[in-house]
T-cell receptor, first 112, second 114 residues
Framework: GNSVTQMEGPVTLSEEAFLTINCTYTATGYPSLFWYVQYPGEGLQLLLKATKADDKGSNKGFEATYRKETTSFHLEKGSVQVSDSAVYFCALIIQGAQKLVFGQGTRLTINP | KAGVTQTPRYLIKTRGQQVTLSCSPISGHRSVSWYQQTPGQGLQFLFEYFSETQRNKGNFPGRFSGRQFSNSRSEMNVSTLELGDSALYLC?????????????FGPGTRLTVL
């Protein structure tokens, strides 16, 4: 089956620290990969995406590269801010399907 | 362009009751998907509708049902509510016609079952 595994949280960092949230996947087909972010009391916002191997998605200083050989899509940011505090979800969708498969989420807290 | 809207935002029901949640997709989007979010199970896919037809279904009991109208608005219904149905229910819309479409999420409806 299809599944996504994220590093366990919560993750607490100081402002301006480097962030990595690990994500690996298992897929029967050829997936597209996503990172979504959920701020308190809100729905999910698409942060970035990659649709084929070696693609790099980027947005708001966050980056993730689609690594087919390691089935990974790790999220990185060079210098985090307090406003980045949220829950981050890695997800995949199989081509031809309309069903997102999510990881369990990683709660990130950034302290000033 | 207006985003995905969900009503109501909050609901409190008691066990055994039924509930109907509503989702209005982004204008022009024909696919609507529903997800349940709970602390224990995370985000789980319920079902997806495209042009008034259910195209995909997750592993939920028959108490969970949905429908889509000709204007692409969608409703989901949960009958005979159980305590475990307490969750944030998220709706997402997409164009739906291609092999892959980006999904845009609404703010969710938080259902509490007492």
């Amino acid at each position: 089956g299809n599944s996504v595994t994220q590093m366990e949280g919560p993750v607490t960092l100081s402002e301006e620290a480097f962030l990595t949230i690990n994500c690996t996947y298992t897929a029967t087909g050829y997936p597209s990969l996503f990172w979504y972010v959920q701020y308190p009391g809100e729905g999910l916002q698409l942060l970035l995406k990659a649709t084929k191997a070696d693609d790099k998605g980027s947005n708001k200083g966050f980056e993730a590269t689609y690594r087919k050989e390691t089935t990974s899509f790790h999220l990185e940011k060079g210098s985090v801010q307090v406003s980045d505090s949220a829950v981050y979800f890695c997800a995949l969708i199989i081509q031809g399907a309309q069903k997102l498969v999510f990881g369990q989420g990683t709660r990130l807290t950034i302290n000033p | 362009k207006a985003g995905v809207t969900q009503t109501p935002r909050y609901l409190i029901k008691t066990r055994g009751q039924q509930v109907t949640l509503s989702c209005s997709p982004i204008s022009g989007h024909r696919s609507v998907s529903w997800y349940q979010q709970t602390p224990g199970q995370g985000l789980q896919f319920l079902f997806e509708y495209f042009s008034e037809t259910q195209r995909n279904k997750g592993n939920f009991p028959g108490r969970f049902s949905g429908r889509q109208f000709s204007n692409s608005r969608s409703e989901m219904n949960v009958s005979t509510l159980e305590l475990g149905d307490s969750a944030l229910y998220l709706c997402a819309s997409s164009l739906g016609a291609q092999l892959y479409n980006e999904q845009f999420f609404g703010p969710g409806t938080r259902l509490t079952v007492l």
